[in-house]
C-alpha cells in the first residue's frame, strides 16, 4: 500500500512545466547564456572584474591585436582604454537596466491588471482610461519626454522604460483575472470566507505567475534594447560614468568612417546572445506553459 | 453603425485630453525658465517678463494647458526657440520627407511580410518555416543601429553604391537618397511584422472553418487564399492603420542618420538643442494622430466584422 501512495502523486503545471523547459534545447542553453550573464553583472557588481576598465593601456584606437593578451582582442578605445572590459561593464548596465525596468514595470502591471480584472466597474474604468491613456502616446515619443522631464541617466532610462512598459502585461492580467475570479476553485474560496486579498493572492495569482515570467523576459529584452537607443540619442547613460553597449554604438558612429569597427562588433557581439537568449527563453516558456500551442 | 461612431467619437475625447494633460505635465516639469533661455546672457528682468507674457507662461497652470489644446485645435503652435521658424511650417516640411520616407518603404515591408508569412505559416514545422523563424529572431537580437550603422558604412561609404547620406527637396532628385533608408527601414520592419503576420494566420488555421472547408475537399491554397487570409485581415487591416502615425512620424533614427530632414530628425534635433516647443508640438501632434487612428481602425473593424458593434 505504501509504494501506492507514493506514485500517486501528480504532475503541477510547474514541474510539468519545468520538464518540458528541460528537454527542450533551446530553453536550456538560453537559461544558461542568461546565468552566464547574470554572472558577469554580479561581479561588476561587486567590483571582482574588469575593475580597471579605465585604465590607458595602449595607443588611442588600437586595432585588436590576439597576440597582446586578452585586454587587447577587440582593440583599446579612443583614450586607449580595452574594449574588452568596456564591454564587460557594459554588461553591468544592460543586466541592470533591464532588471531595474522590470521591478519597475512588473508590479504596476500585476496590481493595476489584476485589480481591473478582479473588481471591474469604475475601477476597470479608471484603469483602463489611464493605460490607454498610455497607450494611445506613441511609446518612442513618450520615452523621450520622461526622460527630458527627468534629466539624462541610467535611471531615467530605467523609470521611463518602467513607465512606459507595464501597459500590455497589464492587458493580459486583467483578461486573466476576468476569466478567473468566477471559476468554480475562486467561488469555494469565496464560500469558505476568502476575502478579496486572498482569492487574488493565494488563488488567481498563482494562475497567472507564468504570464509574469513571460512578461519579465520579455520587458528584458525591450530594456536592453532601449537602452541602445536612449543612449545614442544623448538621454541614457553620460560619457565617464560607466560604460554601456549603447554608448560604445553611439561611440562607432563617429569612429566608423575612420575604420574603428571594433567597439561597434564587441558590443553587437555581446548583445546578442543576451536578447536571443531571453526571446528564445520567453517562447519556450509560453509554449511549455500553454497547452493550446501543443499541436 | 451611427452610434459606434459616436461612441467611439466621445470616448476619443478622454483619451485626448488624457494624454494631452500628461505630456503637458512632463514637459512642464523640466527644470529651466523658457523665457530665460530664449531672451540670453544679458537680458533685463523687464525683456524677460515681457517674453514670459508674450509665451503665455505667466498664467496659470490650466490657462497653459487650455493654450496648448488651443494649439492643437489650430494647428499653430509659435515659434522655435532654435531656428526661430514657425513650428507649423517646420512639421510641414518635414512631414514630407518623412513620408516619401516612409510611406514606400511600408507598402514594400507589408507586401514582403504579409506573402512570407502565409507562405510560412502554410508549410509551418517545414524547414522553410523554421530557417525565416530562427533568422527573423536572430535578426532581432541586434540593435537596429546597427544595422543603421553598418549599412550606412558598408553600402554607401566603403563600397560608393548610394549617396552617404542628404537630401534633395525636389520630387524627383529626392529618390537617389533615399533609396538606401528605405532598404533599411524595410529590413528592419520585415523581421516582426513577419512573425507577427505569421501567428495571425496560425490562429486562424486551427479554427473549425478552415477544417469544415478542407473536409468538404477544397485544397489547402485555396482555403488560404479564400478563407484564412479574409479572416486574418481584421487584426492585419488594424495593425496597417495603426502604423501610419508613424510612417508620417518617420523612423526617427533612420532620418537622423542618413540626415534625411523627416519629423525623426526634427525630434533628434529638438532634443540636442533643448528646443521645447518643437517637442511639444511634436509629441502632441503625434498622439493626436494616433488617437485618431486607433479610432479609424476601430471604426473600420466594426465595418469588418459586425460582431465588434454588439460588444
Redesign the interface.
Known amino acids: 500500500m505504501k509504494f501506492l501512495a507514493r506514485k500517486v502523486k501528480g504532475n503541477s503545471l510547474w514541474s510539468d512545466a519545468t520538464r518540458r523547459l528541460l528537454n527542450d534545447n533551446f530553453a536550456t542553453w538560453s537559461f544558461v547564456i542568461i546565468l552566464i550573464y547574470v554572472a558577469i553583472a554580479l561581479l561588476v557588481y561587486f567590483n571582482l572584474i574588469a575593475t580597471s576598465w579605465q585604465e590607458t593601456i595602449g595607443g588611442s584606437r588600437e586595432a585588436p591585436d590576439l597576440s597582446k593578451g586578452v585586454l587587447h582582442w577587440a582593440g583599446l578605445d579612443i583614450f586607449g582604454r580595452s574594449v574588452v572590459l568596456k564591454t564587460i561593464q557594459g554588461t553591468y548596465t544592460a543586466m541592470y537596466v533591464g532588471l531595474v525596468s522590470s521591478l519597475i514595470a512588473i508590479p504596476i502591471g500585476v496590481v493595476m491588471g489584476a485589480l481591473a480584472g478582479y473588481f471591474g466597474g469604475w475601477v476597470d474604468d479608471l484603469i483602463t482610461?489611464?493605460y490607454?491613456?498610455?497607450t494611445?502616446?506613441?511609446e518612442?515619443?513618450?520615452l523621450?519626454?520622461?526622460a527630458?522631464?527627468m534629466?539624462k541617466g541610467v535611471t531615467t532610462v530605467c523609470i521611463a522604460l518602467g513607465v512606459t512598459s507595464w501597459v500590455g502585461l497589464a492587458r493580459l492580467i486583467r483578461a486573466e483575472f476576468m476569466k478567473h475570479k468566477n471559476r468554480e476553485y475562486v467561488l469555494a474560496a469565496q464560500a469558505l470566507g476568502g476575502g478579496h486579498v486572498r482569492r487574488m493572492l493565494k488563488h488567481i495569482f498563482p494562475n497567472v505567475l507564468h504570464i509574469v515570467i513571460i512578461g519579465f523576459s520579455l520587458r528584458f529584452v525591450t530594456g536592453i534594447?532601449s537602452e541602445?537607443?536612449l543612449t545614442?540619442?544623448?538621454?541614457g547613460a553620460e560619457i565617464g560614468k560607466g560604460s554601456s553597449?549603447g554608448l560604445m554604438?553611439?561611440d562607432?558612429?563617429g569612429e566608423?568612417?575612420q575604420g574603428v569597427?571594433w567597439g561597434?562588433a564587441a558590443a553587437?557581439l555581446a548583445?546578442?546572445?543576451i536578447?536571443?537568449a531571453f526571446?528564445?527563453f520567453a517562447d519556450a516558456l509560453r509554449d511549455a506553459i500553454d497547452p493550446k500551442l501543443r499541436? | 453603425m451611427f452610434a459606434y461612431i459616436v461612441r467611439r467619437l466621445l470616448y476619443a475625447i478622454p483619451i485626448l485630453l488624457g494624454t494631452t494633460f500628461l505630456l503637458f505635465l512632463l514637459f512642464n516639469v523640466v527644470p529651466g525658465d523658457p523665457a530665460l533661455q530664449l531672451a540670453g546672457k544679458h537680458a533685463t528682468p523687464e525683456v524677460i517678463q515681457t517674453i514670459r507674457i508674450e509665451l503665455g507662461l505667466n498664467k496659470p497652470w490650466y490657462g497653459q494647458y487650455f493654450d496648448l489644446l488651443k494649439q492643437l485645435m489650430t494647428f499653430d503652435f509659435g515659434r522655435s526657440y532654435w531656428t526661430k521658424q514657425k513650428i507649423t511650417d517646420m512639421i510641414s516640411s518635414g512631414a514630407g520627407a518623412s513620408f516619401s520616407l516612409g510611406f514606400p518603404a511600408f507598402i514594400i515591408e507589408t507586401a514582403i511580410s504579409l506573402i512570407v508569412g502565409l507562405m510560412i505559416a502554410l508549410y509551418r514545422g517545414s524547414l522553410l518555416d523554421k530557417t525565416v523563424v530562427a533568422f527573423s529572431v536572430a535578426a532581432q537580437s541586434v540593435s537596429l543601429l546597427v544595422y543603421i550603422l553598418a549599412g550606412q558604412y558598408l553600402l554607401a561609404y566603403k563600397w560608393g553604391l548610394f549617396p552617404i547620406s542628404g537630401y534633395d527637396p525636389d520630387l524627383i532628385g529626392r529618390w537617389p537618397y533615399l533609396v538606401l533608408p528605405i532598404g533599411i527601414f524595410v529590413f528592419l520592419s520585415v523581421a516582426p511584422e513577419l512573425r507577427f503576420y505569421r501567428t495571425i494566420f496560425l490562429d486562424e488555421l486551427y479554427q473549425d472553418y478552415v477544417r469544415t472547408a478542407r473536409s468538404k475537399g477544397l485544397g489547402m491554397k485555396t482555403v488560404m487564399l479564400r478563407h484564412v487570409l479574409k479572416n486574418a485581415m481584421i487584426p492585419i487591416l488594424t495593425n496597417l492603420v495603426i502604423s501610419i502615425p508613424f510612417l508620417i512620424l518617420g523612423s526617427v533614427l533612420i532620418e537622423s542618420f542618413f540626415q534625411v530632414p523627416g519629423l525623426g530628425d526634427l525630434i533628434v534635433k529638438a532634443i540636442a538643442n533643448n528646443d521645447r516647443p518643437v517637442l511639444i508640438s511634436i509629441t502632441v501632434l503625434g498622439t493626436f494622430a494616433y488617437i485618431i487612428f486607433n479610432l479609424l481602425s476601430d471604426i473600420l473593424y466594426a465595418m469588418v466584422d459586425p460582431r465588434v458593434q454588439l460588444k
Open positions: 482610461w489611464i490607454t491613456t498610455l494611445n502616446i506613441p518612442f515619443l513618450l523621450i519626454a520622461i527630458i522631464a534629466g534594447k541602445v537607443i545614442y540619442l544623448g538621454l553597449w554604438i553611439a562607432a558612429s566608423l568612417i569597427w561597434l553587437t548583445m546578442f546572445p536578447v536571443l526571446s528564445l499541436h
